[in-house]
């Protein structure tokens, strides 16, 4: 027989085939005899001074904190570190501004420090505490107690705990509403902020405006502004009202009437009340008491877009500045919010109203005196989209001149992309009761390259905060700023060098500040001011609301949980230190400083937020919707406990609906669809009539049933209302000044303007 073939063997390593089983015991290796021996204790090393594993881990975190001094003191923006400083990221961008794509939003991320990364071995049978080497932006840990509540709020600082003890004691028995004075126990009315101490507020009046009284930043900003009055027949190029009538119902609920007010007039709240009789339920005529209602209506002349008290103003006269949509003529080009447009005129509107000097009675509205337009501000920079007044005090100076009032400082930002402060003084002595000025300069006013400002915000008398439509935001010394530019010397003269495109080698136009927060469109800045002024809130179209410290923008931040509808209604509470805002589905929430990325739901509303407003001397918030309802809360009971329960009261609801149309006559308008005259104009808005009720009662909150109340359609799709543009709230103050503390102000899609006294 022939030789058997040799066998073959495969080159791969066995493998063990797999074995199945049932057996519990055979699966976890467990002895039969387990159950008849004790299980030895696992031994715990207490000691690991002689592991040399531990010893080479101590020593590479002495190295690590050996690198982090070295970057420490290389991130200063020198040649050798690499590491760009805000004004370097700042002139690099100038230096190629044609090109739109220079600036990424990592272009002025700087290295994060060793310090935070941190060793994950820990010794065993000894948990390792969570604050241990490691960075945090917030509070560690989160515990559901009542003793552990108050700090994750509030920090572990004894003075910040008094000073919210005090304001709880003052405040947490108001529902809705403030109080005008205090009751026998000291509870309700106004006062300023606990955190904000008479010292801190004496030094800000008094130190930081050196710069515009001792360092001539008056003379400045008043030769630079280049303002002078204009007739009444040279306004027409800045007026933004229609000349048409405005007609709303108004009045007690069931015997309303109508009222009409053309642009600019007004109606006191107490004659459309002024009826004695309502019509019952049954038809029936009942006499009620006449009500004294202390507030008013005007007509701005078109949907207001901003308004604003203006601060520091203890006396009789307290100044309200409102701000209605303006667009440019048809013949403008259209640009696109992400770039400049062409200037065209716009305006401004600065109302004066009264207070009464009665013993008794200070702070109440002077219902005698009808409130007038003391200015019209009148610009060629396009469009205001969004300003403010310095809420910084001061105190008045011998520098101040004579016959002149000081109203505030204005920042604004403009269509054309920049951000301006303007010195806003009256004449006492007036001839009409209505001045028209024209500014033709400011005295600082600045844009970064290849963007526009959106948005903007004050930290302090000097700092003011800009957020950008790139997700760049800029801080600037506004001092520093108007005092190193040279004024010109005649009224025909070019404008000055903050006017133009920022000149790195030009201080006034170079901000300290520079750096990327967002990845787009920033549509609203809040900061903490007067608390803690280095925190900045931004919002931004990526849907985050992201909180950010200055000092460290680059490793102390935290974002909020994303929304899905963009919402740049947003203000900060001092008294609760916690942010107001809105989520998807219309909750009001509290993003404390502390926490966040946590939220406190504490009310409901049943249209989009469209603004919110913090008293400034007391804890209320308004927050005004598209439905047209204003909603009046404390939030300091539901954030105090979550158990308690939470009130709030509708202030007034404003609904407007559009006046029939006629049947379009499509001969008219030809082939081409040209639109006709009437379309053309810039100042055409839509025809229709208004209904203001009031007089709701308090209601308690209930979010279960709110939650519930979703409409559906046919194919279980959750639909959503969309309201009337008109009868949106679109702007809600209050009064800063403390004797006003309780003047409140409403603006509409409608034009309407109502301002009144809330305080009970």
Known sequence: MADSLPTRKSARGRIPNKKYSIDASEILHIPESDSDVAAEPVPIIDDFDADEDFESTKAAEEEAEDDEESIATSTGGSQESGVATPVEVFEDALSSASEPDLLEPGDSLQPVRSSFITSSRTKVGRRKRPDEGMHFRGIPAYEKSKHQHMKFL???????????????????????????????????????????????????????????????????????????????????NYVSWSQREHSFLMGPYGNQRVHSLASLETLSIKEAWSSTSVQGAHNK???????????????????????????????????????????????????????????????????????????????????????????????????????????????????????????????????????RVLDIQLENAQSSPSIYVKYKGAAFASRPPDTVCTCLTWLSATGLAVGCANGFVAIWDIAESILSVSAPKHMDSPPPQPTLLPDPSNPATRPWFYHSLHHSYILSLVSTYPSQSHFLVSASMDGYLRLTDIRNPIADFVLSPRSRMLNSAIDYHPYIQSFMHSEDNDYFRALPLRRFFSVIMFGKSEG???????????????????????????????????????????????????????????????????????????HVTREGMSRITEGYKVETVDYLKSSKVKLKGRDGTVLATVYEEESGVTQVAWNPNLHCGGWAAAGMGSGLVRIEDLAI
Request: proline share 8%; glycine share 8%.
């Open 285 to 419: 005529s009942e006499n009620v008491p006449e009500k004294e209602r202390n507030g008013w209506i005007l007509n701005a002349g078109g949907k207001v877009t901003c308004l604003d008290w203006a601060p520091n103003h203890p006396g009789q006269i307290q100044y309200l500045a409102i701000l209605t949509n303006q667009s440019p003529s048809p013949s403008t080009r259209q640009s696109s919010p992400f770039e400049p447009s062409e200037p065209y005129s716009a305006s401004l509107q600065l109302w004066a109203l009264h207070a009464t000097k009665m013993s008794g009675s200070e702070g109440m509205m002077d219902m005698t005196r009808a409130p007038e337009l003391l200015q019209l501000l009148c610009t060629d920079w396009g469009a205001l989209k969004q300003f403010r007044w310095c809420p910084v005090p001061r105190e008045t100076r011998d520098a101040d001149e004579e016959g002149t009032t000081f109203v505030g400082l204005l920042a604004g930002v403009w269509t054309d992309g920049y951000v």
């Open 154 to 236: 509030f920090g572990t600082n004894p003075q910040d705990m008094v000073d919210f003890i005090r304001g709880r004691d003052k405040w947490v028995q108001v529902a809705t509403l403030p109080s005008r004075v205090p009751d026998e126990h000291g509870c309700g009315g106004m006062a300023l902020p606990f955190c904000y101490g008479q010292g801190s507020r004496s030094a800000e009046a008094s130190t930081d405006w050196d710069w515009y009284y001792d360092q001539g930043g008056n003379h400045r900003m008043k030769e630079q502004q280049r303002a002078f009055s204009l007739d009444s027949k040279d306004v027409s």
């Open 608 to 682: 989009p937020v469209l603004s919110t407003a913090v008293g400034k001397v007391h804890p209320c918030v308004l927050f005004g919707s598209a439905d047209g309802t204003v909603l009046a809360t404390n939030p300091m009971r539901k954030v105090l406990s979550f158990k308690q329960m939470q009130y709030q009261q509708i202030w007034f609801r404003h609904e407007w609906v559009p006046k029939a149309q006629p049947p379009r006559n499509e001969g008219n308008e030809g082939t081409q669809g040209v639109p006709s005259a009437a379309a053309e104009d810039r």
